[in-house]
Nanobody, 119 residues
Framework: QVQLVESGGGLVQAGGSLRLSCAVS?????????MAWYRQAPEKQREWVAT???????DIAESVKGRFTFSRDNAKNMVYLQMDFLKPEDTAVYYC????????????WGQGTQVFVSS
């Protein structure tokens, strides 16, 4: 069973940076088709942030494009979300998810890591 553990969240001032990590266990990352980051702000629905395909192709939400970078390291079984020029509206719990077969179904999720951006 695939297990995901996020880390790297915290408190940062607007304009600052954080790097979120998601550790994959239970399988090799290179057997997972697509990984994604989602986020959920208080009293809002979960929002898609970014997706990364097996060979590194990424799709990034317009709201964070140019500021966030998604990468994967199959050798380390890790994915990363580099977040730069953070804004208060980026405050949310960030979750990574795994779509094992590339069918748009995320069957595994981490517990989330909190990001708080102060103005």
């Amino acid at each position: 069973q695939v297990q995901l553990v996020e880390s790297g969240g915290g408190l940062v001032q607007a304009g600052g940076s954080l790097r979120l990590s998601c550790a994959v266990s239970g399988t090799s990352l290179d057997t997972i088709d697509t990984m994604a980051w989602y986020r959920q702000a208080p009293e809002k629905q979960r929002e898609w942030v970014a997706t990364i395909a097996p060979f590194g192709r990424t799709d990034i939400a317009e709201s964070v494009k140019g500021r966030f970078t998604f990468s994967r390291d199959n050798a380390k079984n890790m994915v990363y979300l580099q977040m730069d020029f953070l804004k208060p509206e980026d405050t949310a719990v960030y979750y990574c998810g795994a779509d094992l077969h590339g069918l748009g179904v995320y069957s595994s999720w981490g517990q989330g890591t909190q990001v708080f951006v102060s103005s």
